[in-house]
Every structure is written in structure tokens, then in C-alpha cells.
């Protein structure tokens, strides 16, 4: 009995996270200063890795990949030659799409979102490639019957041709309900171990002027799964508190802020609160007892501000570069509540 208890505190405490290994890929056409194809990949939604065609080289864009393929360079130069690859197959791609829809010169634009989902508690596995063309659905896999779909009527010949290719469709349902789901687990090891090896949580209390709440602001830890709150005399209150959000820093670890009004707090009571830092696994929390000698604040010169190497991580969360911005702009719609684009991936990644 005493075990089934245990279960189910674990059960209702913790729940289960659904992790993402996704590819963008996008091809343009008819434009000029501009980079002709743009591959980007991200794991929970977070920028990992980056290439395009005037710079025709891959990016690591996290400490933890950085450092994963300094290990081996050979991993990298093939991700390279990846990307050069498919700008030649997206050029090949718009000519085909362009001649089906009747279309000549002008701007177009090709996009593919590919990659896989994973449950790490119930072990589900979803596997996705789709491709959108001048800011619409065009075709997409349906992995279940290894067939392509489409709601366009112009893409009835490139479907009728893909799906004749079977030896290709076997292959490509391979990668992405298995060994995609594999890869990714690989990289959140990896992930998970770099992080806690490298990073510690940093915990600290931040106000903008002497009237404003009291921040207490959490960052650097990892993985996501934490707790931040205020307590007065070792019970957590909830009045006069208002929680942030979890948000990812630039190296892959996250941040969150809960803030106290101290307007409700007597100065001779502010010894009585304690901020709590409760990270998934750790078993020591982080207090910190509500302090002004100890609160950061933006009143000073900058020169004078204490700067954590965290610090420039607050509230800014991941972007991906500029180039991806403009690309969405010219969009519009297709990727909205798609998210990014495609390309760092395992070495089995399919076309």
C-alpha cells in the first residue's frame, strides 16, 4: 500500500513531458540579396542548429550541440554538405511545383516542417513531413498508410509519382517513427548531461525601483521541471504574488521569476518570507530570505550592476536568426502555429 501511495504522489506531481526533434527547410525563388534556402532544427522548440545558402556552412547554436560536434567535425561538415544538398533538391522541387500549378516567374516560396514527437512517459511516438508552397498547405506524408496527401488538385500528378516511389516511403516512415524518436532521445541524454554538468541554478532577487514588487528570479537550471514561490513563516502564500511563466534561455537551460508585493509586507516582517526554488530531482531547495541587502536592483549606473552570466538571458527566451524573421514575413500564414524550419539532423536524415 505504502508503495501504491508513493505512485501516486509521483504521478500527480510529476507529469509527463512531450519532446520534439523538428526540421525546417525553406526555399526561395525570384529574389535577390536574399539567401536562397535557409535549414533550421530545434529540439523543444528551441534552436539548435542553422545553415543557409550564402554562408553554405552549419551552425551549432547551443553550448551542448557545440560542444557535441567539436568531438567529431566530421559530424558537422556532413551537416554542411546536407544543407548544400537540399538547396539543390528544393531548386529542383519549385520547377516541379511551379510546372504543375501553371506558373512562371515571380516570387515563390517552398517549405517543409519535418521531424518527430516523443512521450517520455507513455512512450507514444508521432513522425511528420509536410510541405507548404507559397504560404499554403501543398502535400504532406500520412505515415499510417504510407501515402501522400494533398488538398491542392494540381499536386494529383506529384502525389500519383511519389507514391509510386514505395522503397522510398518504407524508408522515410523507418526514420521518423524510429530512429528519429531515437536520435532525439539520444541529444536529450546528451542535453541533460552537458547542462548539470556545466550549469548551476543562479537564484536572485531583482526590483526596479524601491516601490515595485520583488522579483525573484530563477535561472539556469535544468530540465524544465521546476517550482518557484514565495513562503512567510514556512507556509506558501499566494496573496499579493504573481508567477511568471518558464522560459528557455540561449543555452538550452531555463528561467522563471515569482513576484512579492512588498507593499503588503511590513519592513519589520520582510525576515518572516523566504523565496523557494524547487528543481525536479534535486532533492536540496534553493531559499532565499527576503533581504534588501540583497536585492538587485537597475537604479545604479551600469557599470555598477551586478551582472550574473545568466543575466542577459532574462525574459529573452530563443530566436532564430533574422533571415528566419524576414522569411516569415514574407509567409504570412503558413507556418503560424508551426513553428520553424529544417535541417540539423542525424546522419540518416531522409529526403
Known amino acids: 500500500m505504502k508503495k501504491l501511495l508513493i505512485l501516486f504522489f509521483l504521478c500527480h506531481t510529476v507529469s509527463a513531458v512531450k519532446h520534439s526533434l523538428k526540421f525546417y527547410l525553406t526555399g526561395t525563388s525570384g529574389t535577390a540579396n536574399f539567401p536562397e534556402f535557409v535549414g533550421t532544427a530545434t529540439i523543444d522548440d528551441i534552436e539548435i542548429g542553422y545553415c543557409d545558402s550564402m554562408k553554405r556552412r552549419a551552425?551549432?547554436?547551443q553550448d551542448w550541440i557545440r560542444n557535441l560536434t567539436e568531438k567529431n567535425p566530421q559530424q558537422l561538415k556532413w551537416y554542411s554538405q546536407k544543407c548544400l544538398g537540399y538547396q539543390q533538391l528544393f531548386k529542383s522541387y519549385t520547377e516541379v511545383f511551379k510546372k504543375h500549378l501553371n506558373?512562371?516567374?515571380?516570387?515563390?516560396i517552398l517549405q517543409r516542417i519535418s521531424g518527430c514527437e516523443w512521450n517520455d512517459e507513455s512512450n507514444e511516438v508521432e513522425g511528420f513531413l509536410r510541405y507548404g508552397y507559397d504560404g499554403e498547405d501543398f502535400i504532406s506524408l500520412d505515415l499510417q498508410s504510407i501515402t501522400w496527401i494533398t488538398p491542392k488538385t494540381q499536386a494529383a500528378e506529384i502525389k500519383k509519382l511519389w507514391d509510386a516511389?514505395?522503397?522510398?516511403?518504407?524508408?522515410?516512415k523507418n526514420y521518423y517513427v524510429s530512429k528519429c524518436p531515437k536520435s532525439l532521445q539520444e541529444y536529450l541524454h546528451y542535453r541533460m548531461s552537458f547542462l548539470q554538468r556545466t550549469e548551476r541554478t543562479s537564484v536572485s532577487l531583482l526590483q526596479k525601483t524601491p516601490s515595485s514588487p520583488v522579483s525573484c528570479h530563477a535561472t539556469g537550471f535544468y530540465p524544465d521541471r521546476a517550482k518557484l514561490f514565495w513562503m512567510k513563516d514556512g507556509q506558501?502564500?499566494?496573496?499579493?504574488?504573481?508567477?511568471?511563466?518558464?522560459l528557455s534561455n540561449n543555452d538550452g537551460t531555463f528561467q522563471m521569476s515569482s513576484e512579492l508585493d512588498v507593499?503588503?509586507?511590513k519592513h519589520e516582517d520582510w525576515s518572516r518570507y523566504d523565496c523557494v526554488f524547487q528543481l525536479y530531482g534535486v532533492k536540496e531547495d534553493i531559499i532565499t530570505t527576503l533581504d534588501k541587502a540583497k536585492i538587485q536592483t537597475n537604479w545604479v549606473s551600469p557599470s555598477e550592476y551586478p551582472i550574473h552570466?545568466?543575466?542577459g538571458k532574462i525574459a529573452i527566451g530563443v530566436t532564430v536568426?533574422?533571415?528566419i524573421g524576414v522569411v516569415l514575413v514574407f509567409i504570412g500564414v503558413y507556418f503560424r502555429g508551426r513553428k520553424r524550419y529544417d535541417f540539423l539532423a542525424v546522419r540518416d536524415l531522409s529526403l
Open 321 to 323: 536568426g533574422a533571415t
Open 236 to 246: 506558501e502564500i499566494h496573496e499579493g504574488v504573481e508567477k511568471g511563466e518558464i
Open 103 to 108: 506558373q512562371t516567374e515571380g516570387f515563390h
Open 263 to 265: 507593499s503588503l509586507v
Open 309 to 311: 552570466h545568466h543575466a
Open 59 to 61: 551552425e551549432p547554436k
Open 165 to 172: 516511389e514505395k522503397a522510398r516511403l518504407v524508408h522515410m
